[in-house]
């Protein structure tokens, strides 16, 4: 059993869904859905999203991706689909030494409330940001500090406490949006963050209703060119049948990951399927409870069987996990070596006597509760006794953080924090990690990942990571289910410009449009 740390206090609390309706401004730089002339067009999308907001569109948390893949806010960099760092509201960048960077500032860009990008801006949001709490995952494995040369000043100097040669790719993150002044003005601890009108991005947050639906309207000032559509309206929906009837019978125009039950039903003109870095795994509580012993654990793994998850549940449209990283990181495969310091499983015989576990998933994701199922099978074919809780996602996220539940299963991109794994090591593994929801800590797991961020070198880098993912799974803290493949709904025949992004940090674009 690997060497523990002593565990620190891990708190994550979601806001309420019926937060607050947002609002913009009166004065806000957007235009209404009747005044749609210039060079867009005169058709508004309809969208129907997965995820309802979790934490009232605050950009620290998984909203932040939500509001990424709407377009609305942006950071520093942008990713391109190697992963790379492309300029965005920083024109470019250099490094300065081992922990310091410089990054000038667009000069053409303007928030949504009308008042004007600049250093000072970048500096407050991501000074917001460090300072948030929860801690942003981005920001899980490393502490920026971000300074400008002085009043008016187009530059931006961000060290960091130790090296970090993904300082670009990280900037890329939603959660590190720059949002002008006024996105701040209720709480001057970046506790409470308003994006609605005051972001960059080709669309404005006009309006939240709940976990029911949004309204976007286009901004004429957007630095990259006038949207192609006037606004979108979104409605979120959990349930993905009626995602896909919605697409179905026209109601919407695009939506958002396609059940695979319906994936065949809505035929290949309306469906578009594409690989991701996604892996759905079953999550095992090691701080507590059954698999809180590693005898456990190994024999929970040792009853899962993959295959009849891909062949079942997604009807082939899903890869066997082979580890942590699938094919949506190409690289993975030559340099993955076995897990190191598994421990012996438990007979059948002992697993029978343990308590009952309770195994959660999500809804949102609708094959998740089919593999829940599956999975509760082999596991009771083991000798398990399985107690399941399926919620809406923003109903779980909280108690699975805390460690509330023996399992979990959750469908995770892998490249989604800085288009590197590391990210997503540092979060979900390490002691302090923000998205520790197995409540693993173990120095071996600690000591790989942090050593594998060290490097800037991008081979070393890599192979130190499937050093880190073999001691990870030698914990059997993870036991990895498939690697999905996305599935995106819409016409193709009428709309065009939906973005297809394995990374997932984009879907509507200022080129997305009827027509």
Known sequence: MPTSRPRLPRRRVALPLAAATLLVPVATACTSSADSGGSGGDQRLKVVMAFPPAQAMSPYGDDAVTLSRLAVVEGLTRLDRNGEAQPALAASWKRDGERAWEFTVREDAVFQDGTKLDAAAVVRSLTAAQKASPKPRVLSDTTLTATAAGAGADTVRITTKDADPLLPQRLANPSLSILSAAAYKDGKDGSKVNPAGHATGPFTLAEVNGAISATLERNDTYWGGKAKTPGVDVKFVADGTARANALRTKDVDVAEYVPISQA????????????????????????????????????????????????????????????????????????????????????????????????????????????????QQQ?????????????????????????????????????????????????????????????????????????????????????AEMTAEAAILGSDALVPLVHERFVQGYDDTRVQGVALDPMERTLITADTRIG
């Open 264 to 375: 065949s039903l809505l035929g290949d003109g309306l469906v578009h399927e594409f690989p991701s870095a996604r892996t759905n795994g079953l999550s095992l509580n090691t701080g507590r409870g059954v698999f809180a012993d590693p005898s456990m654990r190994a024999a929970a793994r040792e009853a899962i069987d993959p295959e009849a998850l891909v062949d079942g549940v997604y009807e082939g449209r899903a890869d066997t996990a082979q580890g942590l990283l699938g094919p949506g990181v190409p690289w993975a495969a030559d340099l993955r070596t076995a897990p190191t310091g598994r421990a012996k499983a438990a007979a059948p015989a002992e697993v029978s006597k343990t308590p009952e576990i309770v195994l959660a998933t999500y809804t949102n994701r609708p094959e998740l509760p089919e593999a829940a199922t599956v999975v």
């Open 379 to 463: 596991l009771e074919k083991r000798g398990f006794t399985v107690k399941q809780v399926v919620r809406d996602y923003a109903q779980l996220e909280a108690d699975a953080l805390a460690g509330k539940y023996d399992a979990f299963i959750q469908a995770r991109n892998t490249l989604l924090d800085t288009a590197d794994p590391v990210s997503y090591l540092a979060s979900d593994f390490t002691c302090d990690g923000s998205f520790n929801i197995t409540q693993l800590c173990a120095n071996p797991v600690d000591a790989a990942v942090d050593k594998a961020a060290a490097l800037a070198d991008t081979d070393a880098r890599h192979r």
